[in-house]
């Protein structure tokens, strides 16, 4: 296999081959607060080579001994290592549209090939703001940075999320990256795909037997995905106001995890084997009318409240939040997969800031025992029987089902199975962007977003996102520290059911 061919198996036996690393917005705050520290990582577990080097591109009037400074201070528990491999850290300051900044690129990353032997493998990470990355891309492709893969040699381009705020800036978007770079070459990143938790999903449905039978119409009563987050909006309240819970969260976390939980079974386990089943779960996924949203969608806001015994302010009282603003800080929703594996199975969905705790959880929760023998009284403290796949922050898989009471009397309450990663597996789990980078860096694009998984993903909130922004739906209200707004409670009990919180 040469350096050039991705190494889609999962295997990291040979090592990942030489390459430069070039990341646009080095003096952001994602590069210092993420991409920093993962790298670091790897260079200590000896995950990366010896020829491998990082630029830094930003506006920002640096010089190399300036990067290598922050490079230092953002990892500050890092080895001996880490600062050797800094030490071949360059940087270019510079205008992104502007050619003296991509002739400058063009000599450091030349400078590297020789001195490092980085052997003109290159990476290119765009940590900018998302209105750069057509200009970036257009701009590498002009001053001849994107070819393909030539003579053993990769170029490939990492692209953070949002992809687009709506259907028609996604599609304009994709148009921009694929000028100059082709869609094997484009890895657009959601570190929600790099949690072993969520990888784990595939694992848990394909490699057990006990499992894939249920996981249908026949066993379901309904599943439901809660990404929950106890903080607010925190310095990031211009961003939201742009965003909202819908396009921040549900756009692409949520229906990665959706994808993932709901797909049929791939026929390999390979990066397209994966991403096809995903791509068809998503277009099973039916898509509301406009006059469907008020009953199929809840948008809410906290106000004031108490999170964790102390007080908050509400989201328009954040900063750099309009005092009137009608921007979603929550989202419940009900879906229906349309296939012949989910069809009648209910998909409940919320997500919001200033709830009570932080988790991630997906609940398959199966139908009833056809017949109960015991009296009422007897079962009273019995619930469904319910598979919970926690994905942060305590990961693990938690198996709730009936057992006897000790003593004289046969009751029946719910117990729990619980498996825990970090009680099991005593090394921690690696970060999400330690994964996704070396991935990246391997050419193994498993994990991450492809084209037409996007589209489809802006297919389903589209008419979500057009209903509210033409104020067809209401803003309810939640105080902060509240699972939300009471019509969510009504979303989900119009049939018959009730939201699974996770615990604290």
Known sequence: MTAAEPATDGSRAAGAPPVAIVVFGASGDLTQRKILPALAHLVERSM???????????????????????????????????????????????????????????????????????????LFYLATLPAMFGVLADALGKHGMASAATSGRFTRLVVEKPFGRDLESATAL??????????????????????????????????????????????????????????????????????????????????????????????????????????KLLRAVEILDLDQVATHAVRGQYVAGSVD??????????????????????????????????????VYVRTGKRLPVRATEVALQFRPVPHLPFSGRLARALGPNTLIVRIQPDEGICLRFGA?????????????????????????????????????????????????????AWRIVSPILDAWEAGEAPLSRYPAGTWGPEEAVHLIGRDGRQWIDPAP
Request: no cysteine.
């Open 174 to 279: 994709d148009k921009d990256l694929h000028r100059s770079f082709d869609e094997s070459q484009i890895y657009r990143i959601d570190h929600y795909m790099g949690k072993e938790t969520v990888q784990n999903v595939l694992a848990l449905r394909f490699a057990n037997a006990v499992f894939e039978p249920v996981w249908n119409r026949r066993y379901v009563d309904h599943v439901q995905i809660t990404v929950a987050e106890s903080i607010g909006v925190e310095h990031r309240g211009g961003f939201y106001e742009t965003a909202g819970a819908l396009r921040d969260i549900v756009q692409n976390h949520v229906m990665a995890v959706l994808s993932l939980t709901m797909m049929e079974p791939p026929t390999r386990v390979d990066a397209e084997g994966i991403r096809d089943e995903k791509v």
């Open 404 to 456: 006897k009471v000790p003593g004289q009397e046969f009751r029946i309450q719910d117990v729990a199975m619980d498996f825990s990663y970090g009680a099991t597996f005593p090394e921690p789990p690696h970060d999400a962007y330690e994964r996704l980078l070396l991935d990246a860096v391997h050419g193994d694009p498993t994990l991450f977003i492809r084209t037409d998984e996007v589209d489809q």
């Open 309 to 346: 015994g102390a007080r908050v302010a509400g989201y328009r009282e954040e900063d750099d939040v309009d005092p009137a603003s009608r921007i979603e800080t929550f989202v419940a929703m009900r879906l229906h997969v349309d296939n012949w594996r989910w069809a009648g199975v209910p």
């Open 48 to 122: 990366l080579p010896r020829a491998f080097s990082v630029v830094g591109v930003a506006r920002t009037p640096w010089n190399d001994e300036d990067f290598q400074r922050v490079a230092i201070q953002s990892v500050p528990d890092a080895g001996p290592q880490w600062r050797e491999a800094v030490s071949r850290f360059r940087y270019v300051a510079g205008e992104y549209g502007h050619p003296d900044t991509f002739e400058s690129l063009r000599q450091v990353l030349e400078g590297a090939d020789q001195e490092h032997g980085t052997a003109g493998n290159r």
